[in-house]
């Protein structure tokens, strides 16, 4: 059972447009979430996170929205670049563990394609 | 430069053959972590140490096996009990910080079973 949903596979936008990444989750337990990007053949690079005690975070052309009725968070990329151009993950955080560690549940990830 | 260093890149390995993946950090993290990469899938956790000498199974542990010697280095053994071990294999740590869950990851072994 997914917990965690990116339903789109791929996205294609035009250079200097808006991007818009979605994500779906199940677990109202869920209390953190972060958006990372991979590049082939290459390890996630963080990008930006969000509490759940929080609707919005910003940073630079990124922005994370969290709607916590709906249980969907979304990462705005404005304006897009070429290098923008990776695969993007959402990610859950459960804390499950004790002395403050915790579970990570990735989406699928969404291709993210930016063209000139 | 503080980071995360996963050695090899590429890794063949027989079938039937036990293959250990190497993972290395100077950032001072307490947890360390494993995932694996299939395509069109998310990263699945393998295992998690939180301190040095205790490490614990995630969802996929089997047919893997870890240690935790050092805080610095949390190898990974590929045994010819997995059944499907061709993947891309990515290292991860976190500090010891309820107010951050960020991991950070290196950049990744990619095994083929030949």
């Known amino acids: 059972d997914q917990q965690v949903k990116q339903n789109s596979p791929s996205l294609s936008v035009q250079e200097g447009r808006i991007s818009i990444l979605n994500c779906d989750y199940t677990?109202?337990?869920?209390?953190?979430f972060l958006w990372y990007k991979k590049y082939p053949a290459e390890g996630p690079t963080f990008l930006i996170s969000?509490?759940?005690?929080?609707d919005k975070n910003e940073d630079g052309r990124f922005t994370v929205f969290l709607n916590k009725s709906a249980k969907h968070l979304s990462l705005h990329i404005v304006p897009s670049q070429p290098g923008d151009s990776a695969v993007y993950f959402c990610?859950?955080?459960?804390?499950?563990?004790?002395?403050?560690?915790?579970?990570?549940?990735f989406g699928a990830g969404t291709r993210l394609a930016v063209h000139p | 430069d503080g980071g995360i260093t996963q050695s090899p890149k590429y890794l063949f390995r027989k079938e039937g053959q036990n293959v250990t993946l190497s993972c290395e950090q100077n950032?001072?993290?307490?947890?360390m972590y494993w995932y694996r990469q299939d395509p069109g899938q998310g990263l699945r956790l393998i295992y998690y140490?939180?301190?040095?000498?205790?490490?614990q199974k995630g969802d996929i542990a089997e047919g893997y096996s870890v240690s935790r010697e050092k805080k610095e280095s949390f190898p990974l053994t590929v045994t010819s009990a997995q059944k499907n071990p061709t993947a891309f294999y990515l290292c991860?740590?976190?500090?010891?910080?309820?107010?951050?869950?960020?991991?950070?990851f290196g950049p990744g072994t990619r095994l083929t079973v030949l």
């Open positions: 990610a859950a955080s459960q804390n499950l563990f004790s002395g403050g560690y915790n579970k990570l549940i």
């Open positions: 969000i509490s759940s005690i929080k």
């Open positions: 991860a740590s976190s500090i010891r910080d309820r107010s951050t869950d960020t991991q950070y």
């Open positions: 140490s939180q301190i040095v000498n205790d490490f």
């Open positions: 950032l001072n993290h307490d947890a």
């Open positions: 677990n109202s337990m869920f209390d953190y």
